[in-house]
């Protein structure tokens, strides 16, 4: 008996210790952001907030952690915005290998391609989602 005892309690222990791992794993049931997607929020918060500088420091530590066509996207907007071109265009190109078919980094990087004089202008002056 004692030992049938100890067997129903040990399954019950391997029981409980394996609800506290799915747990541990899963957040209790709720879904947990990839670090990556935290910092791409974080650094747009900045950016909206006119803390450019914190935006770019946290868009570099977002493409550290996991590339992303939209924080590339994001950074190349910043880099056209600070005058720094070919860095833009350079980030357009990398998050284009990510996401060939993004119209926005498409877009993005025809317009920076122009010379600066003929840039935005046009039927072609706003990214496609804002032509919708």
Aim: charged residues 30%.
């Amino acid at each position: 008996m004692q030992v049938m005892e100890r067997s129903v309690a040990r399954r019950r222990f391997l029981g409980i210790c394996s609800l506290g791992a799915m747990a541990l794993t899963s957040g209790c049931g709720g879904s947990v952001e990839p670090e990556e997607l935290v910092v791409f929020k974080e650094a747009m918060a900045a950016v909206a907030a006119g803390d450019k500088a914190k935006g770019m420091e946290l868009l570099n530590k977002c493409l550290e952690i996991k590339p992303s066509h939209y924080a590339y996207l994001e950074r190349a907007r910043l880099r056209m915005e600070a005058k720094e071109v070919p860095q833009a265009i350079d980030d357009c190109k990398k998050g284009l290998e990510l996401d060939p078919q993004n119209s926005e980094l498409q877009w993005l990087l025809s317009q920076l391609e122009k010379p600066e004089g003929q840039r935005f202008k046009g039927p072609d002056a706003l990214p496609p989602a804002s032509r919708k």
